[in-house]
């Protein structure tokens, strides 16, 4: 199982789910997504994938959704991609635009962007935070204060050119794809989600949930991933 996180966060996001795949017997590899930009993310989970030997149940959340899409390519051992509250973009479609689609999404207006310099002086691009003060309304409203509080404070930032870069061939045309879709996710409204799961042909499951599905149901999906495991065992 190689699991992948989106912007805004870390693969510590996964340790619940993680523990529960382990406890039934899988290796889990969560690598730390670059959040760059989309060849570049996809390109070192690629490399990841790369050093794995057997079959592989590729995982993403939120942006990680589109780094597995095109990460997947060309790697026949992956035998299924399982999206949780995550983009799966078709060719040239980016993040934002798939977000900005449907109503219902409150990222753009909770966002704070903070343009950064290269060492030489150079523009090097603009990141993304959300607003410490939003953070758990809009990413992870069913989780305890405590914990939003310093998922806040340690949040790693989107690139901005990563959420706008469109995506490449993407990898659900031909490796069979999972979707859980948390139903009060205010980051990728659920129409969106289920819009582009229908497309994918993904096999589908909703359940009540904010944007993190994964931390405040990590039984949820945990299953849906042993699900995919099973299905293509």
Same mark, same amino acid.
């Given at each position: 199982?190689?699991?992948? @996180? ?36 996809? %390109? ?16 993403? @959340? ?12 060309? @790697?026949?051992?992956? $035998? ?10 078709? $060719? ?16 753009? @207006? ?87 799961? $229908? ?28 699900? %995919? ?5």
């Amino acid at each position: 199982m190689v699991l992948v @996180h989106g912007a805004f966060a870390d693969a510590s996001g996964f340790n619940d789910m993680i523990a529960r795949l382990q406890a039934a017997g899988f290796p889990v590899i969560a690598p730390a997504n670059p959040l760059r930009d989309v060849a570049g993310d996809a %390109a070192y989970v690629s490399s990841v994938l790369d050093t794995v030997t057997g079959p592989v149940i590729l995982v993403g @959340h939120s942006y990680g959704g589109i780094v597995i899409t095109n990460a997947a390519r060309g @790697h026949d051992n992956v $035998k299924a991609l399982v999206y949780l509250g995550a983009f799966a973009p078709g $060719k040239g479609e980016s993040a934002l635009k798939l977000a900005e689609q449907f109503p219902g999404s409150e990222l753009g @207006h909770a966002l704070l962007a903070r343009e950064y310099e290269l060492p030489d002086g150079t523009p090097g691009g603009t990141d993304g935070y959300i607003v410490a003060e939003r953070f758990r309304e809009v990413f992870a409203a069913d989780l305890p204060a405590y914990k939003t509080r310093l998922m806040a404070a340690t949040q790693r930032p989107g690139s901005v050119t990563g959420l706008s870069d469109g995506s490449g061939d993407p990898a659900w045309k031909t490796i069979p794809s999972w979707y859980l879709i948390p139903t009060q996710d205010k980051v990728i409204p659920p129409a969106a989600q289920r819009f582009i799961a $229908k497309r994918a042909g993904s096999t589908v499951r909703e359940i009540h949930s904010s944007h993190v599905v994964m931390m405040s149901h990590p039984d949820a999906a945990a299953a849906v991933v042993l699900s %995919a495991y099973a299905a293509t065992r």
